[in-house]
């Protein structure tokens, strides 16, 4: 089978159930043997950290909720039916004429997901001087304050909290703050 028929297109899905659609039609494909008219499911994923009591905990967060991209072969009527009715999915995007992906938005597509694979461990907050910022560990947990200065190199941020009715200056991890809504 030729691999210029296979386009990426794009199926809306049920809010957290991402995951698992791309589970079910992974394994739909392989026990139909289609794997020569579906190549690809993906669901990108970026790891967001977060400090908890103290704690840095990982969580996956989907870049673009509610939607599964897969790379596949529509003119085959099996693969299309496989696609819509997979447990979760609620139709193409363009509903009865799933519209392909264009080449350009391919690319920015994979060129993130690659992007998001190989981000390093600690994600570094992008903080404006003059931002409003809530602390979230260490002595001075819960105070409000303002950023007054960014070290990105060493991931400390300089900033002025209010400490019984004066500004005192701090100097913070970027993971002991969090931006104020």
Known sequence: MSE????????????????KIKQHIESEVAK???????????????????????????KEKNFYPSYVFVEAD???AEVKHLLRQAPGVMGFLGNNNPEAL????VMRLLG???ELAEMEEELVPSFIVGESITVIDGPFNSFSGIVE????DKKKLKVTVKIFGRKTPLELGFNQVTKES
């Open 4 to 19: 210029t028929k296979k386009k990426w297109y794009v199926l809306r899905a049920i809010t957290g159930h991402e995951k």
């Open 32 to 58: 139909q043997e289609l794997q020569d008219f579906v190549s690809q499911v993906l669901v990108p994923i970026e790891k967001v950290y977060q400090i908890r009591n103290g704690k840095k905990v990982t």
């Open 74 to 76: 529509l003119s085959v």
């Open 102 to 105: 264009r080449e350009t938005e």
């Open 112 to 114: 993130k997901v690659d």
């Open 149 to 152: 200065e960014i070290n990105n």
